[in-house]
């Protein structure tokens, strides 16, 4: 005979007993254990799709709206063989079949080449011939297409000249290509390559980089490498710094011979300030700009001369008022020198806005149409422009008038091309023309005196590839990251889970506790053996030990059909959490591990909880001392929080509806909570009071109330559990929101607006502009406010990733005025409109930004005041302060910057891809359809805004379903609860139900005492946990914008009513059945 | 003297709460080695609280308990429980065995609380008493097994298997029948005399009170 012994023979003569123990311990290791094997999953899950996506791509060589030589790729490794690399041209595009019935936007159209079956370990890639294509399985799907399809594609022009520069066309936009489909690719096969952080694989198709660099009129031309190496991103920066060369950064070298001249031009027309600066550095360089006026007009006489190009003059040959007209444009306005001259020019304001500028000037000198003078080259090349074979075929991005176009127009275009026919100083024209997307137009060097040794020296020392925007990551680690630090399913289902785990942790104790109430003769024995009361305990404990152990593994096994159970749901009903079918489940021993400690330890507590306080109450019991009468300091301490618990909330409500105007529904919780614990003592000091009263009016329904006080442990614990679920069955329902009551509303989550549209193709120009609108054929009255984009990782809570740079959105602030609402915003900021503060520099060189309050604390794990970083084109960092939240808008996965700092920081960023409409809501329909016809080689995608809000919200309402189906499973469990202390107080009291019986009273009578009892117990704890539900949820149910409806709520309520009336019912007729009373008596 | 109570006050609920009810009103009570006393009395006349005091299961509110010249009152929980386990045994009037031991090992338990499991010795004591009540072929049974006689005769060997120098009994006969009944009475005062053990019995029965050396009755909260 041994302790142990004794623990083993108790366990196993208890074994149903514990076992029904063991089972509330099994459901709370497999709602605890599953979730923590669900959240490996679905982090492991997107550690896969990391790979998924990427390939063998570790590292990212990349730049935005820039394009490099693709044989940068091949140099890179052959500066270290230890590098593997693919230059990828990656352009989106929109992909139509079936005569444009299928349409799919924002497709990633994607250049390969054959280094590319690196990347993909496979060799399908491999021969993509002409218009060949290969494309991925959920494209196929849209559009309905297989191998051996045709489809249309219509793919973003790409064009080394910014699409917003100055002169540059923006007739086409995008480029078609017919093509075939060579493969429809899997997931292994790549066919969900991404280079964004998101577990959403995006629509793809490739094709081969020739083709698609012939299709948008480039040479070998990339503006991706994909590297695959074991090598530091150091490492990898440094290849590509010793790669770049001077053509990276799309400058152009060549000899004028008219000149004697070596000219440095670029592709981009208006070079960079870093790369003027070096060449400026570099002997005898004389730096040019050369601009498109729309007229030189001689003031006196009004004469003007259309349309011509003017160019500087370096060095000190003209002050910054004077002005050189040619021979050619003195006679067209007869100008002498002395006279005034008036340059008409274009300032090409964002969004192609139009800024006529004006500058005069005093005629210095005229000169000859000969040698320099006559330098035809100093126009720079200008795609449409500089290559009109005619001035009336010119495409300059800006409106000609062809009627101010004489025939000695056409001539000297003919015989002079775009030779400068006046100059002005090299200071002046930078006053009037440098823009943000550069300074000079070339730089000039005398022939003579230009080293190109030299040049590519200073070339490689000054500029490194941070200067040309260019990006090197080491994207396979960051998407590791990513992936890890996503959102936490782990504690997300622990969360959601948190009823049951309570219900099944009380259930635990609950049943511990009767097992001992069943076994106190055995406590008093060993305590009157001389035990200690801890070794007793010891005993109970270690017992208790081993229930929780067996119903640890019991639970362990359970979890993974929990966790597949909910994972099947995942993929189907609650897919909008995950958006993506790539779950794989994984078990780590560790978790199983960690899941069955806590549980045990969880149960443990639970049990030795149970295990004190009866021992204490033993204690009790042996001095005569009744539950109730606990040290008066507790008493005490119970009833002022009681008070408290009452008053406060009272406060609250009332201070919340009639003084605030502004409902918050944190505190409105907080009392909600508050009330329940307040109502919760209450009701337990009427239980008290109840016990404590000395005379009754005898009747059964007060037997059946006195009943309650037999034991008001078990009374209590009955009410808590039902009071408790219902709270948060209730108040969970009452979140749901419905987006549609309130979106009209501009201070709601769409601001107002009828539509959110995207493009694939940037719309360059301002919607609002009625002459634009009138070209387009746009007749419907409506207003858009349109965003400027930098790429980024989708931030919305539709991306379970954590993200540190989601897409960077520029608007107007003042367009915005007045809109949406703010849940958090940064001291000192205005607090009414926030908006107006993003135009703001602030003092610690940070750029004021705004985004939406869930993706700043959800996606981003930040908090406002805190900045975010980026490289900007210019390959400074760029941080972003977070200054205001907004309340669920959207603008979910966005962070949102002025236009001002937005073309600061991104010149080349050209056009609108986001845009937000308003308008009549009357109108809507006609409004939408014109936009999607106009729009529609665009890729133009638009969705209501509320529509696109509900989508965001799925996710929350989808989190809100779990934790009502959780929550339902919990109210069952605590049903179960209910149905075991409700079997064992029956069996208790067989004997007064046998002489209840025996003295007269009929089953009937019996069986409402007993169901009188127990519905009484439902009913307080539905009753408290509802009205402290609604009272906790009142903003929910008095907001247009939520769902909440007293029916809704009403049905819950009803349903954990029934449920709770069934198990009572079935219980106490089972308990009454006439057979079964005779046999306890006999045996009494 | 082996055992003496000083003054003892002893009542039900709150002191000074008017259902406050005092049970033993400054009891004074002394007892001997080798004693053999009945305490008899009404129902609810307080003498199962005094037997608790006695077995310190309870503290007095007043006055003191002494044992062996040792004040009990003033020992801690974890003190009288050892005390407990050396000096008393308990017999009650249900036998209160524990349904998932055998006989043996229901008599043994008394001797874990010194040691996490027995010595042989011990087991040859306890075997030894067996042997002597007369259930030596029960004991591998359970007690469901056994007859409600064979459980007390149990118990009693149960509450001596630490050879304590007081038996404190607890109308050990009250839920025997009449032939059980007075085994056990010839039984427990055979043990007593031959182990020299002190023997204390709360009793309604007269067979059992009139065969102790000494009847006291309770009345009023004092023993006469």
């Known amino acids: 005979m041994t302790r142990l012994n004794y623990i083993f023979k108790s366990f196993f003569h208890y074994l149903k007993a514990n076992m029904l123990v063991a089972l509330g311990v099994a459901i709370s290791t497999m709602v605890l254990a599953g979730s923590l094997i669900i959240g490996d999953s679905v982090r492991y899950s997107l550690e896969q799709s990391t790979f998924f996506r990427l390939g063998e791509t570790t590292h990212l060589v990349a730049v935005k709206e820039r394009y490099f030589r693709q044989e940068m790729a091949v140099e890179m490794q052959n500066e270290n063989p230890g590098i593997e690399a693919a230059p990828v041209l990656l352009l989106e595009g929109v992909a139509i079949a079936d005569g444009g019935q299928q349409r799919v936007n924002r497709v990633q159209v994607i250049g390969v080449d054959n280094n590319f079956s690196r990347i993909a370990s496979d060799t399908l890639y491999n021969n993509l011939e002409g218009n060949e294509i290969v494309i991925s399985r959920n494209l196929s799907e849209r559009l309905q297409v297989e191998a051996g399809d045709n489809i249309l594609v219509r793919i973003k022009k790409a064009s080394l000249v910014p699409l917003n520069a100055p002169f540059v066309s923006d007739e086409q936009t995008s480029v078609s290509l017919r093509a075939t489909i060579k493969k429809v690719l899997t997931r292994d096969e790549l066919g969900r390559f991404s280079l964004k952080n998101s577990q959403s694989a995006p629509y793809n198709l490739f094709l081969s980089l020739e083709q698609l660099n012939d299709l948008m009129d480039f040479s070998s031309k990339a503006n991706h490498i994909l590297v695959s190496t074991e090598l530091s991103n150091e490492e990898v920066t440094e290849a590509v710094d010793l790669s770049l060369t001077p053509v990276d950064a799309s400058l152009v070298l060549k000899k004028i011979e008219k000149t004697g001249e070596v000219e440095i031009s670029t592709d981009r027309v208006f070079m960079e300030p870093k790369v003027a600066q070096t060449l400026e550095q570099l002997p005898k360089a004389k730096p040019l700009i050369s601009y498109f006026v729309n007229g030189i007009e001689r003031t006196r006489t009004g004469s003007e001369t259309p349309y011509s190009f003017v160019s500087s003059l370096e060095g000190s040959q003209l002050t910054d008022n004077e002005i050189i007209l040619t021979q050619w444009a003195a006679n067209d306005l007869d100008a002498n020198p002395g006279d005034t001259i008036r340059l008409k020019y274009l300032e090409i304001g964002p969004l192609r806005k139009l800024i006529d500028r004006e500058a005069e000037f005093v005629l210095k000198e005229i000169v000859p149409m000969t040698r320099q003078w006559a330098d035809s080259t100093r126009m720079p090349f200008i795609p449409g422009l500089s290559d009109a074979g005619h001035c009336r075929e010119w495409e300059a991005g800006v409106p000609i008038d062809l009627d101010a176009i004489r025939d000695k127009d056409e001539d000297y275009w003919d015989e002079w091309k775009g030779t400068p026919k006046a100059y002005v100083s090299l200071n002046k024209a930078l006053e009037m023309w440098e823009n943000r997307f550069g300074v000079y137009t070339a730089v000039r060097f005398p022939a003579d005196a230009f080293d190109e040794a030299n040049y590519m020296s200073a070339f490689s020392e000054n500029i490194r590839p941070g200067d040309l925007g260019m990006a090197i990551e080491p994207i396979r680690e960051q998407g590791l990251q990513a992936a890890r630090n996503g959102t936490d399913f782990s504690g997300l289902f622990l969360g959601l889970s948190f009823f049951i785990l309570a219900a099944s942790v009380i259930l635990t104790a609950l049943l511990f506790r009767l097992n001992l109430e069943t076994r106190s003769s055995e406590v008093g024995l060993l305590g009157a053996l001389g035990f200690q009361q801890k070794k007793v305990r010891s005993f109970f404990l270690l017992e208790g030990i081993v229930i929780a152990f067996v119903g640890a593994i019991i639970g362990l096994a359970l979890s993974v059909f929990y966790t597949s159970g909910v994972f099947r749901i995942l993929n189907t009903l609650w897919f909008e959490i995950v958006r993506t079918n790539v779950l794989l489940i994984k078990i780590y021993p560790a978790t199983l591990v960690l899941g069955l400690v806590i549980s045990i330890v969880v149960s443990l507590g639970a049990i030795f909880i149970s295990l004190r306080r009866y021992q204490n109450r033993q204690t009790a019991e042996l001095q005569k001392r009744t539950g109730q009468q606990l040290k008066k300091s507790t008493r005490l301490i119970l009833d002022i929080t009681m008070y408290i618990s009452l008053i406060i909330p009272v406060i609250i409500f009332l201070w919340q509806l009639f003084q605030s105007g502004n409902l918050n529904t944190i505190l409105f919780f907080l009392s909600g909570g508050l009330l329940l614990v307040g109502l919760l003592l209450v009701f337990r000091k009427i239980l008290f009071r109840l016990e404590a009263r000395k005379t009754h009016t005898l009747s059964l329904q007060n037997v059946a109330r006195l009943n309650l006080t037999r034991n008001t442990g078990r009374s209590l614990t009955i009410v808590i559990l039902f009071a408790l679920g219902t709270f948060l069955v209730v108040s969970t329902g009452s979140y749901k929101l419905d987006l549609f009551a309130n979106a009209q509303d501009q201070s709601s989550g769409t601001g107002g607006f009828l539509y959110f549209a995207e493009t694939t193709m940037p719309v360059l120009y301002d919607l609002n502009d009625e002459e634009r609108r009138a070209e387009e054929g746009i007749y419907e009255d409506f207003n858009a406010v349109q965003f400027r984009q930098v790429e980024g990782d989708d931030a919305s809570c539709l991306n379970l990733n954590r993200i540190s740079q989601p897409a960077i959105l520029g608007v107007n602030p003042e367009n915005l005025s007045g809109r949406f609402s703010f849940a958090t915003h940064m001291k000192g900021f205005d607090t009414d409109d926030p908006w107006k503060a993003l135009n703001q520099q602030l003092d610690d060189g940070s750029i004021p930004a705004i985004a939406d309050q869930t993706v700043i604390q959800w996606g981003l794990g930040k908090k406002v005041g805190d900045e975010l970083l980026y490289q900007n084109e210019k390959g400074d960092t760029l941080r972003l302060k977070l200054i205001a939240g907004t309340t669920p808008s959207v603008f979910q996965g966005y962070v949102i910057i002025s236009n001002k700092h937005f073309l600061e920081n991104y010149p080349s960023n050209s056009g609108s891809h986001i845009f937000l409409i308003d308008g009549e809501p009357e109108n809507q329909e006609q409004i939408a359809e014109e936009l999607q016809s106009v729009f529609r080689d665009y890729g133009w995608r638009m969705e209501s805004t509320a529509k696109r809000l509900v989508e965001f919200y799925s996710v929350t309402n989808t989190y809100l379903s779990i934790f009502l189906a959780l929550g339902a499973l919990g109210m069952i469990l605590g049903t179960v609860g209910l149905a075991v202390i409700l079997a064992r107080t029956i069996l208790e009291r067989r004997r007064e139900i046998g002489l209840m019986q025996a003295i007269g009273f009929h089953t009937r009578q019996l069986f409402r005492l007993l169901v009188n009892e127990y519905l009484l117990l439902l009913v307080a704890g539905v009753l408290i946990g509802f009205v402290t539900a609604v009272a906790a949820t009142l903003p929910a149910f008095l907001s247009a914008n939520s769902d909440a409806s007293l029916s809704t709520v009403a049905l819950v309520v009803a349903l954990i009513l029934i449920n709770g009336i069934i198990w009572i019912a079935a219980l106490s007729w089972f308990s009454l059945r006439k057979k079964r009373l005779v046999n306890e008596l006999r045996e009494e | ?224």
């Open chain 2, 1 to 224: 003297m082996l055992l003496q109570l000083q003054n003892i006050t002893k009542g039900y609920g709150e002191p000074g709460k008017h259902s406050y009810r005092q049970v033993l009103k400054t009891l004074n009570f002394g007892v001997e080695k080798g004693d053999k006393i009945a305490i008899v009395g009404p129902s609810g006349s307080g003498k199962t609280t005094l037997l608790n005091l006695i077995g310190a299961l309870d503290s007095p509110e007043e006055g003191k308990v002494f044992f062996n010249e040792k004040d009990l009152t003033s020992y801690s929980k974890s003190e009288l429980a050892g005390f407990r386990n050396k000096n008393l045994g308990f017999i009650f009037q249900l036998h209160h065995l524990l349904p998932q031991l055998t006989l043996l090992e229901n008599v043994l338990l008394p001797l874990l609380p010194q040691s996490n499991s027995v010595s042989g010795e011990q087991k040859e004591w306890a075997e030894h008493l067996i042997k002597k009540v007369g259930i030596w072929e029960q004991r591998n049974q359970k007690p469901s097994q056994m007859s409600g006689g064979e459980c007390q005769r149990t118990a009693v060997v149960r509450a001596m298997v630490n050879k304590p120098e007081l038996l404190l009994a607890d109308e050990p006969t009250g839920a025997l029948d009449e032939e059980n009944a007075k085994a056990l009475t010839e039984l427990l005062i055979k043990l007593s005399d031959e182990e020299g053990i002190t023997l204390i019995t709360v009793t309604h029965a007269a067979d059992l009170a009139d065969q102790m050396d000494k009847k006291y009755t309770l009345k009023n909260g004092k023993l006469v």
